[in-house]
Structure formats: structure tokens, C-alpha cells
């Protein structure tokens, strides 16, 4: 017990600002993920050869670009975008330091799962729209966004859990976040009592992510009725 | 009327063409409950979707009214579609929307005042029996009712056209027969042309006035449907009858 008192005494504010960090970068590369990935993956569904408007040329182009994007390691990534990071948002250390490169990383995977979540929607309804005269537009924001919600929340929580881990690398540029931490203080210093209690703290923020996002898909998806 | 000339439709699949209809003539009259009887793979799906172009033929033509709305694209195109309503075997309702609200899409489409659609869609679903399950999910509902909120909503821009497109097959027997009714009820009052297809020669006699037999892309018969199952001239509707009388003995 005391052990922890003094523990949490002198690594409680360092761990909680950490914590804080980790969640800032994370919420916003994914929001801005999200604003950069959900059309991205729109145009590749509805571009696609069984598409609403099959453009072969887009399709491909695109298709290269998410899949490059994806291709390149995140620690890479990060270290390649340095001058590009600097450029966005004058800095290329801390948390918004770490946003830059974990949006660029980020959004080709949220492209593929909107991609994914699209395609899971139904093939008749798609045709039931269009039989009714619905516009591509149409279609596309009020039956593939609208009856892939479910699905698209479900992917929220795996591109935020994802992201967690990526922020984590972040900390080898001095990014700041948990990852920073364990770093530092477990692997340059060896003191692994800190790298445990970041170690315990992602775990507890990804049961709550994961949790949170389960019961927020099942509640909005009315065929659980 | 609806007429369909010389309608072919080819898909170029791996190097050959596959020839799913070759050569349609059909007239529908204003009115009738048109029947497109066949087999599994006959091409009734396809020829169907070519009157609200869904399919778009490979040559041929088809009327509607006067109009030759073949090639129509873009707003032409749109407005056709408003005209003409459609129910499928699967429902295709959204599973998204209440009963209400999918009942009110195609007038969401149009940019519809939202207390006008609500009223029409209201009205419509006291039409087909539904009338106090408007806040319901279609998941909450059963297959009859399902089909019963799709007709509704089919119905929501009072088309003069309604195609159907094996709306049945996945009901049972009794549910399939107030589908039927609900049908025959939509045709006489409402004087909405329905063309039905359907692998089953007992549902079409049971509402179809008129009916084409159509065997790999062929029809091979057409006819008032008395006339076709008193005297069956083609070898297929022959074993259609037969096979069923087989079924039902």
C-alpha cells in the first residue's frame, strides 16, 4: 500500500498528463481520419467496377494511394513527414507533432473499413433506391452511410484502438503520451514499475474504447430490436 | 400500355457472350396484371428490371405510353423511375428506418414537405393494414408484414406502373394469398398496372389476367391466362402444368 502511495507520488502527475496526451492525439487524428478517410472510402466504393458510377482510371489511382499509405510503416512514416509535420502545424514534437503523421497513417486504414462497412450494406436496397429514382448522392449518404452506421461505428473503435498503439511510437520522436513514458523511463531507464503502469493504463482505455463502442453500434442498430 | 419490341439483352462475361433474352415482344395493357411466368434463371428478373431500366437492354425497345424510354439517363431517367413503383422478393426495406419513415423515402427523394409525406405514408399504411405499426423496425416485423410496408412505400408516389418481382416466393402459402388480395385490391381501386413475376403458375393464375411464359431468354407462350392453362401451346408451360399438378396432387 505504501508502495503505491509513493509510487503514485511521484510518477501520478507524469502518468496522468501521459494519459491525457495519449487520448488528445488519439480522438483527434481519428476525427480527422475519419474527415479525410469516409469520402476517400465513399469514392472507392461507388468507383469501383460493381459501383454506382464504375470510373476504372479513379478507382485505380486510389486504390494505389490507400494501399501505399498503408503500406508504410508508422514509424517511418513519422520520421519521413518531419518537414511536412513542421509545415501544417510548426512543430514536428508533441502532441500536435504526433497528429500529423498518425492522420496521414491513419486515413488509408479508415478508407478500407468504410470501404468495407459500405459494401456490407445490403445489394437490394441499393437497387430499391434507385428503383424509387434516388440521385448516386442520394444513395450514397441515405442508404450506404445511413444502414452502414453500425458498422461504420464498429470502426471507429478499431481505428482508435489502432491509434493508441501507434501514439505509442510516437513517443520515439518525443511526442509526448504513454508511449513516451514507457520509453523513457521503462526502456531507457529501466524502470519497469512505469512501463507496467502505462502498460495497464492502454489496457483499461481500450476495454473502455472497445465496451463504449460495442454497446454504442448495438443500441443504434435497429435490427436489434 | 407498356410494350417491349424485339428486347435482347446480352452480358459479355470471360471472352462470350451470354445471351439472357433474345428477342422480347410483349404488350401490357393499362390495368392488367401482367404475368411473367418462368424457371429459375429464364431471364424474368432481367426483362423486369428493363422496364424501369435497373437493366439497360443491349437492343430492342420499350414503350411506356408513347414514350420510348430506352435510352433515358440522368433527370429523364429519375422521373421514370418516380412513376413506376417496385417490390422484390427480400422486402429491401431499410433496416435503418421505421416502418414510417421507409414507407416516406421515395417522397424523401423528392424533397418532400415532411408533414405532406407523413400523411401520405400514414394514409398508406392504414391501406395495407399497417396502420398502428408505423414506429416499428422492419426487424420487428414479420415477412407478410414486411412485403405489406414495401407495397406501401412502392405505392408512395402513386405510380401508374407497379413491377413485382417474385414478391412471394419467400411467404408462406396463407401470407402469399393476402399479398395476392392486397394486390387485386391496389389494381381495381387505385387502377395501378401490375406486371408480377413468378416461378409459380398457381400464384400468377390466381391474379394475373394476362401472362407471357418465357423459357432461356424466350417467350414461348402469351396469353389470357385461361386461355394459356386450358391450352397450353408450348412444350415448357406443359411441364410447368404438369410438374405442378404433380406437386399439388
Redesign the interface.
Known amino acids: 500500500m505504501e508502495w503505491f502511495q509513493s509510487f503514485f507520488a511521484q510518477y501520478g502527475t507524469l502518468l496522468a498528463q501521459g494519459t491525457w496526451d495519449t487520448i488528445v492525439m488519439t480522438f483527434v487524428s481519428t476525427l480527422f481520419a475519419y474527415v479525410i478517410g469516409i469520402p476517400l472510402g465513399v469514392l472507392v466504393v461507388v468507383t469501383a467496377s460493381d459501383g454506382l458510377r464504375p470510373h476504372h482510371a479513379l478507382n485505380t489511382v486510389l486504390g494505389w494511394i490507400v494501399n501505399i499509405g498503408r503500406s508504410i510503416p508508422f514509424i517511418i512514416l513519422l520520421v519521413a513527414l518531419i518537414p511536412f509535420t513542421r509545415w501544417v502545424v510548426g512543430t514536428s514534437l508533441g502532441v500536435p507533432g504526433a497528429i500529423v503523421p498518425l492522420v496521414i497513417s491513419a486515413a488509408p486504414f479508415v478508407a478500407r473499413m468504410v470501404e468495407q462497412s459500405l459494401r456490407e450494406v ?1 445489394g ?2 441499393v ?9 448516386s448522392w ?1 444513395i450514397v449518404c ?2 450506404l452511410l ?2 452502414g ?2 458498422s461504420l461505428i464498429r470502426g471507429v473503435s478499431i481505428t482508435f484502438i489502432t491509434l493508441f498503439g501507434y501514439s505509442a511510437m510516437a513517443g520515439t520522436v518525443g511526442a509526448g503520451g504513454l508511449g513516451d513514458i514507457a520509453i523513457r523511463y521503462g526502456y531507457q531507464r529501466y524502470q519497469n514499475d512505469v512501463m507496467f503502469a502505462t502498460i495497464i493504463i492502454l489496457i483499461v482505455l481500450v476495454q473502455i474504447v472497445q465496451t463504449a463502442g460495442d454497446h454504442l453500434a448495438f443500441k443504434l ?5 | 400500355m407498356i410494350r417491349i419490341e424485339h428486347l435482347t439483352k446480352t452480358y459479355a462475361t470471360d471472352g462470350h457472350d451470354r445471351c439472357v433474352l433474345d428477342d422480347i415482344n410483349l404488350t401490357i395493357n393499362d390495368g392488367d396484371i401482367f404475368g411473367i411466368i418462368g424457371e429459375s434463371g429464364a431471364g424474368k428478373s432481367t426483362l423486369v428490371r428493363c422496364i ?1 431500366l ?1 437493366e439497360h437492354p443491349t437492343s430492342g425497345r420499350v414503350l411506356i405510353g408513347d414514350r420510348d424510354i430506352t435510352s433515358y439517363t440522368g433527370k429523364e ?6 412513376g ?3 417490390i ?1 422478393q ?1 422486402f ?1 426495406l ?5 416502418v414510417l419513415s421507409n414507407v416516406e ?2 417522397l ?3 424533397h418532400e414537405d415532411k408533414a405532406k409525406s407523413h400523411a401520405r405514408a400514414s394514409e398508406l399504411l392504414e391501406m395495407v393494414g399497417l396502420g398502428d405499426k408505423g414506429s ?5 416485423l414479420s415477412g407478410g408484414q414486411q412485403q405489406r410496408v414495401a407495397i406501401a ?1 412502392a405505392l ?2 402513386s405510380p401508374k406502373i407497379m ?1 413485382c418481382d417474385e414478391a412471394t416466393s419467400a411467404l408462406d402459402t396463407m401470407t402469399t394469398h393476402s399479398i395476392l388480395e392486397l394486390l387485386k385490391t391496389i389494381n381495381r381501386d387505385l387502377g395501378v398496372t401490375i406486371v408480377f413475376i413468378t416461378h409459380s403458375l398457381a400464384v400468377a393464375e390466381s391474379i394475373c389476367n394476362r401472362i407471357a411464359v418465357i423459357d432461356a431468354g424466350h417467350i414461348v407462350e402469351q396469353g389470357a391466362t385461361a386461355d394459356v392453362f386450358k391450352n397450353p401451346q408450348a412444350k415448357v408451360t406443359r411441364e410447368l402444368l404438369g410438374m405442378e399438378g404433380q406437386v399439388l396432387a
Open positions: 445490403d437490394g436496397l437497387e430499391a433506391a434507385q428503383s424509387f429514382g434516388a440521385s442520394q441515405k442508404v445511413h444502414e452506421l453500425p442498430d435497429k435490427r436489434n430490436r | 424501369n435497373l431517367l429519375i422521373t421514370l423511375r418516380r413506376i413503383g417496385m422484390f427480400n429491401s431499410f433496416q435503418q428506418r421505421n423515402f421515395p424523401e427523394l423528392q416499428y423496425y422492419p426487424s420487428q412505400r408512395a408516389n413491377l
